[in-house]
C-alpha cells in the first residue's frame, strides 16, 4: 500500500515537470530548469535530452520534449515510467496546451503551472484508453 503511494507521488512529480512548460509558455524553456556549474548539480553522466528538475523536496530526472513530434510522442508506447523520472514538455509560446493518453499503458498525474511557478490545475491518475481513435481520445 505503501509503494503504491509512493509510486503515485512520484508520478504526480514527474508530471508537474510537463505541466509546468505548459503553462510558463515562452518565458520558459528547458534551460531554466537545468542545473549549472555555479554551484548547482548536473551530473556529467546525465543523458542528453534530459534535465534535472527539482519541485519542492521532489528531485525528477526529466526527458525534455520540445519538438513538436517529441509532444505528441509523449510517454506513449512506454509500458512504465521509471521511479524518478518524467516528462517535461517545452513550447515555443505562451498558451493553454491540453494533453491525451494516446497509447498510453499506465495512468499519470498531469499538472499546469502558471508563469508564476504556481500549480493552476491537475489532472490526478488520468487513465489510459487503449483502442480509442484520435478524435475519440479525452483532451486535458
Known amino acids: 500500500m505503501n509503494s503504491v ?3 503515485l507521488a512520484i508520478i504526480f512529480g514527474l508530471f508537474i ?17 537545468v542545473k549549472d556549474e555555479g554551484g548547482q548539480t548536473q551530473t556529467p553522466e546525465r543523458q542528453k535530452g534530459f534535465v534535472d528538475v527539482g519541485i519542492k523536496t521532489l528531485n525528477v530526472n526529466a526527458k525534455v520534449a520540445s519538438k513538436p513530434s517529441d509532444r505528441k510522442k509523449g510517454l506513449s508506447n512506454l509500458n512504465s515510467l521509471p521511479l524518478g523520472e518524467g516528462m517535461l514538455f517545452v513550447f515555443e509560446n505562451k498558451s493553454t496546451y491540453s494533453f ?7 495512468a499519470i498525474d498531469i499538472i ?3 508563469e508564476s511557478k504556481r500549480v493552476v490545475d491537475l489532472a490526478v491518475n488520468v487513465p489510459p484508453e487503449p483502442g480509442r481513435d484520435e478524435d475519440e481520445l479525452t483532451m486535458y
Open 100 to 106: 491525451w493518453m494516446k497509447d498510453m499503458k499506465f
Open 5 to 7: 503511494k509512493k509510486d
Open 112 to 114: 499546469w503551472i502558471d
Open 17 to 33: 515537470l510537463i505541466v509546468a512548460l505548459l503553462a510558463f509558455g515562452q518565458g520558459l524553456t528547458s534551460l531554466g530548469f
